[in-house]
């Protein structure tokens, strides 16, 4: 099946500061791809559609100027958390569609910690 | 607007049992349904896609099955072990587009 990666898996960054997560498509390609949010116990919840060569769709309740999103080529999209505060600490998965654009396939998420 | 319940939200069986895990939607028009597993702290692990034209999936020890008209998808896992013991997850599409729809999920144990 197709790989996801994501980058880092694990992060710990102090209040006010940016992070930067990476989700890559390792052998295919994906104009589209997904961020998805996990809390502690919970499901996951969609936060945006993460579109090569153009803005991203943000998903409602979601501040498009806090989760900076961009997909500057066909296999990678970044997530920037901007001034991150305690609140943001979560599980942050991306997803893209393989061929078809049927099944979803996911990365294995990043663990973002703020202090 | 889509919802996706899964139940029940934990189950513990002994090792060798023969389990079911039930997911429902409200919106019966789905594209496809997706069923995960979920280890702690790790991503999403697609299990069986099964289209909306298709009855059931099979791979290896587990089968998925798909009721539309009933809004159901049930997972079955034979001679269940204690590595099948993780998140189960049930999704869908969110109408024509690769946005997810997910179930809160079962959590699965099963005891040596």
């Known amino acids: 099946g197709a790989v996801v990666s994501q980058h880092p898996s694990r992060v710990i960054c102090k209040s006010g500061t940016s992070v930067k997560i990476e989700c890559r498509s390792l052998?295919?390609?994906?104009?589209?791809m997904f961020w998805y949010r996990q809390f502690p116990k919970q499901s996951l919840m969609l936060m945006a559609t993460?579109?090569?060569?153009?803005?991203?769709?943000?998903e409602q309740g979601v501040e498009k100027d806090k989760f900076l999103i961009n997909h500057a080529s066909l296999t990678l999209s970044t997530l920037t958390v901007t001034s991150a505060h305690p609140e943001d600490s979560s599980f942050y998965i991306c997803s893209a569609p393989g061929q078809g654009g049927y099944e979803q396939y996911f990365g294995p998420g990043t663990r973002l910690t703020v202090t | 607007k889509q919802e996706v319940t899964q139940i029940p939200a934990a189950l513990s069986v002994p090792e060798g049992e023969n389990l079911v895990l039930n997911c429902s939607f409200t919106d019966s028009a789905i594209y496809n349904l997706q069923w995960f597993r979920q280890d702690p702290g790790k991503g999403l692990t697609s299990l069986l896609l099964?289209?909306?034209?298709?009855r059931e999936q099979t791979s290896g020890r587990l089968n998925a099955s798909l009721d539309k008209s009933s809004g159901r998808s049930t997972l079955y896992i034979a001679a269940s072990q204690p590595g099948d013991s993780a998140t189960y997850l049930c999704a869908v599409p969110a109408s024509n587009t690769g946005k997810l729809i997910f179930g809160q999920g079962t959590t699965l144990q099963v005891k040596p």
């Open positions: 993460s579109n090569e060569g153009s803005k991203a769709t943000y």
């Open positions: 052998d295919f390609q994906a104009t589209t």
């Open positions: 099964i289209q909306s034209s298709q």
